[in-house]
């Protein structure tokens, strides 16, 4: 079973900028789709931006300009960076990863999941 683990998630202010980390447990070029979810308390998880095989990302509304994926599948390592912070950020951040292509960012069919990691942006 391929694991997931993330970090690089914390307190940050208004306007500020965190980067997210999500190593995985084997080659990340074998797997066809990866992605950022979120879930903030009280709401249900949604995709945030995923990026498949072939480099094709496909991101939120809520997070086009601001936040930004890229693989290395060299260190087998997936991130997210995320710029211009706002408090509705705030949510608990999770990595994922599939072995079929990705679909839309409305999708949260993934067989793989890290633990998450914690953001709160504040005002």
């Known amino acids: 079973q391929v694991q997931l683990v993330e970090s690089g998630g914390g307190s940050v202010q208004a306007g500020g900028s965190l980067r997210l980390s999500c190593v995985a447990s084997?080659?990340?070029?074998?797997?066809?789709?990866m992605g950022w979810f979120r879930q903030a308390a009280g709401k249900e998880r949604e995709g945030v931006v995923t990026?498949?095989?072939?480099?094709?990302?496909r991101s939120a509304d809520s997070v086009k300009g601001r936040f930004t994926i890229s693989k290395d599948n060299a260190k087998n390592t997936l991130y997210l960076q995320m710029n211009s912070l706002k408090p509705e950020d705030t949510a608990m951040y999770y990595c994922?990863?599939?072995?079929?292509?990705?679909?839309?960012?409305?999708?949260?069919?993934?067989?793989?999941w890290g633990q998450g990691t914690q953001v709160t942006v504040s005002s």
């Open positions: 994922a990863a599939r072995l079929w292509d990705c679909g839309s960012i409305k999708d949260t069919d993934f067989n793989l």
């Open positions: 990026i498949d095989k072939g480099g094709v990302t």
């Open positions: 084997e080659d990340t070029d074998n797997l066809w789709c």
